[in-house]
């Protein structure tokens, strides 16, 4: 393991469970509770104003760092919403590309170089119209422009970006919680975790499927719902076959690799399918695949995510095969909620 990855690996403990690390980061965790509370106190008493949509705005964002699920709430949100008559468009920051300072607006088959891996994958899965620049306000208007239909946005994260108004939020998590409850860098959270009893939603993204389902729908506000991901057939990159995960059962030499904020979460999912894994690779966030990480990869096959698989076309590997996940809801309800709460949402 080089020394990136072990103190890497030291921090996420540290996040989770606290101790010496965590401990003597605290001070400089005391300055992001003041950033974030000034930041919050400034549009609350109107020294900064935010920009709102002549439509509802649905924020889905998370307070602890990294991936905990968002794109999978984000796509299935879209989904849920059209379903029940709306017209979804997407806002995202477009993270690790240079957006310039116009909007860029795409539908349809986007490239990830110019939208971002994120943004392109809900494009694709959804069909719906999507705008990236770090300033969501911006994003959200030149959507609106480019598709006047629209009439509701759905932002891909934007929990802390509060220069965009929102009507509901929408928080996801993972089974890590809040971790140690401290904020960064001593502890794993963007925001107190107070900030979680503000929002309208909690959605907690247990991996695989709930032993036992509930009993009942959610209630209360905010409302908590368990949420899964559920793998389809995988589609091989290069080409159009389809494969059924059952036929990577008992194969001796399948690999999975993953550049997403938990890769682990995605081999468990495999594991649960049933497939046995000779190697796992476990790749940066929103990893570029300018280069390909497979050259010495023993494997006759290698599974990857739908976040990587965008970024993989180019790299003309047979061996490559995508296993998209569909989001499950432990709360039969949740869109049917949402859907009345935006109906109900006042405009101006």
């Not at 598709?147 to 759905?154: E, F, G, S, W, Y």
């Not at 996801?172 to 925001?191: H, K, M, S, T």
């Not at 209360?220 to 036929?247: C, F, N, Y």
């Not at 590997?317 to 949402?338: K, T």
Request: with cysteine.
């Amino acid at each position: 393991m080089t020394a990136k990855r072990t103190s890497a690996s030291l921090l996420a403990r540290q996040w989770q469970h606290g101790g010496w690390l965590s401990t003597a980061l605290r001070p400089l965790s005391a300055l992001t509770a003041w950033a974030v509370a000034r930041k919050r106190a400034l549009y609350q008493d109107g020294a900064k104003t935010a920009y709102r949509a002549p439509v509802p705005v649905v924020v889905i964002g998370n307070v602890y760092v990294g991936g905990t699920g968002k794109t999978p709430m984000v796509i299935a949100t879209v989904e849920g919403l059209r379903a029940r008559g709306f017209t979804p468009g997407v806002v995202s920051r477009g993270y690790g590309v240079k957006v310039g300072p116009h909007a860029r607006v795409g539908l349809g088959s986007l490239g990830a170089a110019r939208f971002g891996d994120e943004p392109a994958l809900i494009a694709r899965a959804t069909g719906a119209p999507v705008a990236i620049h770090p300033k969501r306000a911006l994003a959200a208007q030149a959507l609106l422009r480019a598709h006047p239909k629209v009439d509701v946005i759905v932002s891909d994260d934007g929990l802390q970006h509060l220069a965009l108004a929102r009507d509901i939020e929408i928080v996801v998590q993972d089974q890590r919680g809040i971790g140690n409850g401290r904020l960064l860098p001593a502890g794993p959270l963007r925001e107190p975790a107070s900030r979680l009893n503000d929002v309208d939603a909690v959605v907690t993204n247990i991996g695989t499927p709930p032993r036992e389902p509930d009993s009942d729908g959610a209630t209360g506000r905010p409302r908590q719902v368990r949420m899964w991901l559920e793998p389809g057939d995988a589609k091989r990159i290069e080409g159009h076959a389809t494969r059924p995960l059952s036929g990577f059962s008992g194969q001796p030499r399948v690999a999975a690799a993953a550049g997403i904020g938990n890769p682990e979460r995605f081999f468990t999912t495999l594991r649960a399918a049933g497939i046995t894994l000779a190697s796992t690779l476990a790749l940066p966030d929103h990893h570029d695949y300018a280069v390909s990480p497979f050259q010495d990869l023993a494997a006759d096959a290698i599974l990857v995510t739908s976040k990587d698989a965008i970024k993989c076309g180019a790299l003309n590997d047979a061996r490559l095969w995508e296993v998209p996940v569909r989001a499950a809801f432990s709360d039969p309800q949740l869109f049917d909620w949402l859907a009345q709460a935006l109906r109900e949402t006042p405009r101006a």
